[in-house]
């Protein structure tokens, strides 16, 4: 029964804010990229902004800033991000449509990032890059990844992972949340996933309450770090030349991991990487993956509260992902 109401909660959730996102329209204007250094208490609001081969909007050493309702699209290079920020403090980017760039939102060096209903579509990569939303060494309290829908639609994209918290540390009473995100889409890389944590390490963080679909190599995984947890997270993909494993954790830092939590996550995922194969009888197309850990780790705690093989499908979301333009 409780995974029942875990499952509603979140269907009721996409439902709310399926309303809400899709009543937002915004008569933007056009803009040059935006660059600013060590300036603080701005607004950057309505814009349109094609970053070419760099950042749409630049901010070095800023502190207290808001960018919402704009649109940050078309980059040509590997450094065409929508947001890049260093070494910035309190951000908030909300209710912006973020296209065709290498990476959507770029944090770095940073503290205090909110990142909330905004919308992704087809991001470019290449790796490293290709991430809606990627924190790499961000720390401090307040920093949220929120409500934000991601598409990335084969042909049209080359993505790596949905959202990516590299080297980054939260509180013990404010940890990273990566909260109630809509995500569907990945490959052609055969390392991407839906959300990755823990990458390199960190600590504090909490996944919940995301619906990720056939988002490539992986659903979501705990790469390393501590006093993470994963939970009431529904993970599902069909077969796909890419497709690997539903939830993973393991230890790739070379760091101390330990207190990780992965439970109550409702999970199908259906693998049909070659190279996975390969170790079934011949003739095989299609296995199930749902959940799997690195040998030699401690089982994550709630570890047997997950649900495999879930009676969910891919209409978890909905056909129109992307309500912005």
């Not at 502190?63 to 910035?88: A, D």
């Not at 909490?206 to 994963?230: C, F």
Request: include cysteine.
């Amino acid at each position: 029964m409780k995974t029942i109401k875990n499952l509603s909660a979140v269907l009721v959730f996409l439902v709310l804010s399926s309303a809400g996102l899709g009543t937002i329209a915004q008569p933007y204007k056009g803009s040059a990229p935006l660059v600013y250094k060590n300036q603080s208490n701005i607004t950057i609001s309505g814009d349109s902004i094609s970053g070419g081969g760099g950042p749409c909007i630049t901010l070095t050493n800023c502190t207290n800033v808001h960018i919402t309702q704009c649109k940050l699209c078309n980059g040509t290079s590997v450094y065409s991000t929508g947001v890049n920020m260093v070494g910035c403090t309190n951000v908030k980017i909300d209710y912006c449509f973020i296209t065709k760039v290498a990476t959507g939102i770029y944090a770095q060096n940073s503290s205090g990032i909110v990142v909330m209903y905004d919308q992704f579509l087809n991001m470019m990569g290449p790796y490293p890059r290709g991430a809606f939303v990627q924190f790499n060494n961000v720390s401090g309290p307040g920093n949220i990844i929120k409500y934000n829908r991601g598409e990335n639609i084969a042909g049209q994209s080359n993505p790596e992972d949905g959202i990516n918290v590299y080297k980054s540390n939260g509180t013990s009473a404010s940890p990273i949340l990566v909260y109630h995100n809509l995500l569907r889409g990945g490959g052609p890389s055969t390392t991407g996933s839906g959300i990755t944590v823990g990458d390199q390490g960190g600590s504090y963080i909490h996944v919940e309450g995301n619906i990720l679909v056939n988002t490539g190599n992986i659903g979501m995984q705990v790469a390393g770090g501590t006093h993470i947890s994963m939970v009431n997270n529904i993970v599902y993909s069909s077969a796909s030349t890419v497709s690997h494993l539903g939830v993973g954790c393991g230890n790739y830092s070379g760091l101390p991991s330990s207190d990780i939590t992965i439970t109550n996550n409702q999970v199908k995922w259906m693998c049909g990487k070659p190279s996975d194969l390969a170790y079934y009888p011949k003739g095989t197309t299609v296995v199930e993956k749902d959940v799997s850990y690195q040998s030699g780790t401690v089982q994550p705690t709630g570890w047997t509260a997950n649900v495999l093989g879930a009676n969910i499908s891919a209409t978890v979301l909905p056909a129109k992902l992307i309500t912005m333009k």
